[in-house]
């Protein structure tokens, strides 16, 4: 037994090291966790040629999140930080209703592809209203986008009338609720872009250059970046990914609400971004890592509800458990913990044990 | 001299990185009362013994005892707690906060359960007229001189009822009056019976102030010498572990006539360019395989000039020619599409992005210049990385790793490879041999002297007299924000005539 726990440690700790390695294992322990505790969660099963279950749900759920995330990763890698995505998924949710709404047949196809196709063209415009307040004049990204975050609650109101707009529109709900392949459409619709996102980054110079941005500002200028254009496209990218956030998130609720789509969701996705261990303070950035995060938050958010705890007070819970999983992943704290542990009774001469953990090279 | 008990003693200390034994076996001493030099390459371990000694990090191996009393710091905070205080190369200050706040940071006067700000500026006033510094202690930090700010550092440092005072490159950005101030200050502690343990790569130095030298090389000792007892040349020998011959063949090289050089058309030609509050408009002709040095005071505005030739700044005066057709340069981008390449002396904030690794900060500029849709292929990247890794002798030689666990003057080479895989035709380099060893230094003068000689114009700035009169052919003066003089560099001119032209705004 002991034997071949000694054969796993070297594995183990080179796995420990790797930093997605916490994320990862939380989310691990939180779909055991589920699974022991709550019947069916892991039944999985294809009812009318759709897949039904908890964790399909999670992902289901969870698409509108990845989506924001990913654009966040990006802006935050340059050094950034987009606060208005939530008044975008407002905003775009809001557009395509209305459109879809003002349809004589609001089934028809092409009627919804305008929609849609209208809604990412505002997205892009509001993207790209960031980009230059950021990127043209200067303002402070959080100063930058806090004007939209407040300012486009009310252009979504302005869209709606004040109103809730419903729609009764086939082909629209797909986009949120709807299966191709026996699989849900947002869930595909998510992993096509983050797949498409990470080919163009990585494929392309574009992921380095950004990083290069977000690391050093004026070194890459210097070094001929032309980091305001690379910004500005930061920007605009995030907004899109906001925009069909806010097409899945209106679909899936048949509704345009203004006031509440998208409420909070830039939190939920700058926390996403973090767990995956994208700095705050950019540079390196690791897509892989958001998309991790937002699953992580998501199954929180479904395992907060079937433990039972009332909705009312689940943000709560939910903060308590973001701010463990936070600590679990600060190499510091886990030092700190493990020297508590280690220390050794007090002896005569004042050397002190080293803990080995966490020294930086 | 010493008396007899060390205040401190590093016995056997090793420590590894991951790939790299930093330090291996390393024993150190310092006694009460004296300077202590301590010399090696970049990369020898001399940073890393010292962010030992004062808990940046941990020990493999080996014991430390201050006071005859066995320690081991867990933080810089501990050390200082100890009497261990460090003034670090880059200074370690906040910018944003007044001179008196940075010295008492942590560790203000209070009174009635709240700071005393009138005990703090007189306390802080006091500390600094004991180092000659009679400034405005109210005034943001930043609004003084980088010198001003180290010597603000060693106040804040010796305040600490230091017993060893650590000073990493204290004088890699002071001009000679400075330094000797600094001097004056490091001799007057040295009576108070502070050890200090000096660390420089100027070899005047350090044979100036110290009394006992510690050589490091690759991470072992190799030994401690009294410094009267120690000629310079083989102190050299003993930090490069090889004869010095590659210095004196430089010299022997005759250098090539400057009529002959500047007979053809120069590669760029700056007419009255100037910029307000930066530099007064000058004229300055570049050609073909011509090195120009730029010699000037701290501040005169030798790196002012030269971010206008790259467009780092934009120009309000007069305008460049290149190959003689007028050109506007508005930015970095346009002066590299003219072929110019710019490596400034701040590596750490306008050089290197330094959570990238090594390959991507030389392919940086590169790749900018591509643009983003046309990566450059990963084989064509390894091959170009690995070709100026092995011709620059860049250590370690891994091209992926983060380009911030490089030593200084590692890192100075992979801003010049850079640059040198952009085949510029004008190469600005601002201070290139700053902060970094005897060996590297040599190096990147020998490149600069091939680069020329193969037909590269080169900007070279120094504020090494000596090595602006080695290399260059022609040699530009500033003065207060002038250009005043531009010398051919002739047999007649030397070091001390340029001292005057500089005091003088003329020639002597």
Redesign the interface.
Known sequence: MNAQLARWQPILRTAARHRLFWPAALLAVLLSGNILFTPHFAEIEVRDGHLYGTIVDIFRFGAPLIMVAIGMTLVIATRGIDLSVGAVVAICGALACLWVSKQPDQNSVGGVLVAVALALALALALGLWNGILVAGIGIQPIIATLILMVGGRGLAQLITDGQIITINSEPYELIGSGYLFTLPFNVLVAAAFAVATVALLR????G??I??VG??A?????????SRR?TLMVYMFCALCAGVAGLMASSNVHAADGNNAGLFIELDAILAVVIGGTSLAG??FSIGGTILGALLIQTLTTTIYTVGVPPETALLWKALVVTIVCLIQSPAFRARIAGVRRRPPPSA????E?P?VG?P? | MAPERPILTMTGISKEFPGVKALIDVDFRLFPGEVHGLMGENGAGKSTLIKVLTGVYGIDQGDITLDDRPVRFHSPLQAQQAGVSTVYQEVNLCPNLSVAENIFIGRQPVRFGRIDWPEMRRRAQTLLRRLDLDIDVTAQLDTYSLAVQQLVAIARAIDIEAKVLILDEPTSSLDAGEVAQLFRIMRQLKQDGIAILFVTHFLDQVFEISDRITVLRNGRRVGEYATAELAQVDLVSKMLGKELETLERLEEQPKRELAAIESTEPVLHARELGRRGAVAPFTLAIHRGEVVGLAGLLGSGRTELARLLFGADRADHGHLEVDGNPVTIRGPRNAMARDIAFCSENRRTEGLVEELTVRENIILALQAVRGWARPLPRRRQEELVEKYINALRITPPNPDLPVRSLSGGNQQKVMLARWLIMEPRLLILDEPTRGIDVGAKAEIQRLVVSLSDGGMAVLFISAELEEVLRLSHKIGVLRDRQLVRELANTDEVDADRIMQTIASGATA
Request: charged residues 20%; aromatic residues 0%; proline residues 3%.
């Open positions: 494929g392309t110079a574009l380095m250059l990083e290069s690391g050093n004026e070194a890459s200028r210097l070094a001929g970046i032309m690379l540079g390196r001469a004042p050397v002190e080293q080995k020294v090279a």
